[in-house]
């Protein structure tokens, strides 16, 4: 099932569809157009929590309990380090897409925006 614009779609199977990216859990693999993305297991856990809240601001308190199974402390700039490790991986795959939108002070939201839509309604007044 392919996924509208800034939505993530899960299929009977678990799969979460974002645009040309497929994660699935079960099988522990990301796919872009079909072929494997490199990812560490805390990357596919933090990409997977964000997709299946696709839409939805999540507090890094709320992806440090769901990813790393412990108590989240204020000064740990895990989730941090993370996201950035896994946007950057993700924009050199898809660089004509943006997943992952930081709402500072917050967290984060799992969002697919094709980069032309994007840059599009910045320009239309």
Wanted: aromatic share 10%.
């Amino acid at each position: 099932m392919a996924a509208t614009h800034g939505d993530a779609r899960a299929n009977g199977y678990g799969v979460l569809q974002a645009g040309p990216l497929e994660i699935r859990p079960g099988d522990h693999v990301a796919l872009v157009d079909g072929s494997p993305l490199t990812l560490t297991v805390r990357e596919l856990q933090l990409l997977t929590a964000l997709a299946q809240r696709s839409n939805q601001v999540v507090s890094r308190s709320e992806l440090y309990v769901s990813v790393w199974d412990g108590e989240y402390r204020s000064y740990d700039r895990s989730v941090d380090v993370y996201v950035s490790k896994l946007r950057a991986k993700l924009e050199a795959a898809l660089p004509d897409w943006r997943y992952i939108h930081t709402h500072f002070g917050f967290g984060y939201r799992f969002s697919p925006v094709p980069l032309h839509d994007f840059h599009s309604s910045l320009t239309q007044g």
